[in-house]
């Protein structure tokens, strides 16, 4: 529940804390007074509490200090067998464990594309153990520096996989399965001491939210960019332009270009040096198509997507975009007969562009670079015919067989059963239905 919410995990952090004070164990009451400390911002009187409860354990630590050297240096006569380990030689051993853990890690992130399921289990499960290592033992992770190098590698790996598998046909393609291992890891990576992966955790968890499900769950994925930004302003100013402009990426994908644009205003005002080019040609982009739209009559939008389908499905889906930014501000121009006839021109026009694509995509070598680009060209159909077929029923259990068949190719043959129920149930046209019954029963032969 405290994904969401930086005071809650302070809380957490904070009665935790005060467990281990209790049972004085004061190193650990210390680590997890700082993370209360680095999670709390909201409440100026909660963190001046932990910064007094910091103050306090310091004195606790120094006194068990004082107190140790203080001993007298006598000791008892034992066997070599029964010598308790002494302290550095415990935390020595805790430390390897942790570094091992990681190297595992790491080293499965470099295998992934020989089978990424296997190494996802295994590096969830390492990830686990190395959480419960960090939560149990006081040890600080730069404290060691092979520890550190191992660490600092760990996040880089986990921040390329998240950037690499946060698009589109990457989300979509994946078999359920795969989507929840992918949110396990991201989840646990939540669990580790605060950095700016908590940047790339909201980023790709917002689209998941968006590309996971045939349900575009567009309210949960808006919170999840919202809260990157609230942490970037909190924590890490240095990537608060980087996430205005993945917000204003996310409204423009959402048609709400007066939203993006205000994002964008607020990105370039930030003048990052590695960012000021993309962000400015998004801003100027923007700027003329809302420029087009108050100069252009609705309708002429579905025109314009037609006719530029077969030349540029980039343009295609931009005009497209342009429409339903339209019809937000338009509504009542859908009932006029001219408007739904030319809507449902254009559907069935995307529909034929879809097949067409799906012909193609079953010519090309999954992994190529052809394959990837008609597969996105796909899903960014899907994504924007969604949003007209909320009163189409054939047009969503058209989206679904889509869906399925795409599975299918994949060999994703639960995942793609599901699809294809949903298009039966969702199919009023009965020439449809009966080829979706059929795939059907093909699915439960490969299944069996």
Known sequence: ???????????????????????????????????????????????????????????????????????????????????????PDEDKEIIDQQINLLKTINENFKKMDLDETTCLNTITDHLERFISLLNSHSNEISSNTKLTHEYSQFKQFIANYMESNNTESKISGMSFEQTNQYIKLMNLSMQLPPTELIINYHFTRARLYLFSEVENRKKEALDHYNCAVEKANAFWPTERAKIYFLRALFYTDSNDFDKALLDLELARSLKDPFLSFPIQMAYDTLKEIIEEFKNTPLIDFLKKSRDALEQDHHKAIQYLRVFLYGITKHKKQLSHSEFKKELDTTKKAFEKCTETLLKQLKEEDEKSEASEKIKANIFSTLTYLLELSSDDPDLAAFISDIKSKLHYRKKQYKESLAYCKKAIDLSQNSKAKNIFLLNLEDLNKKLS
């Open 1 to 87: 529940m405290s994904s969401d919410d930086s005071d809650l995990a302070a809380f957490v952090y904070d009665i935790k804390s005060k467990l281990n004070y209790r049972k004085k164990q004061y190193k650990e009451a210390l680590i997890f007074c700082k993370r209360a400390i680095g999670f709390s911002k909201n409440n100026s009187k909660a963190k001046n509490i932990f910064l007094l409860n910091i103050e306090d354990i310091h004195k606790k630590l120094k006194k068990a200090k004082e107190s140790k050297t203080s001993q007298s240096p006598h000791t008892t006569m034992s066997t070599p067998l029964s010598v308790p380990k002494s302290q």
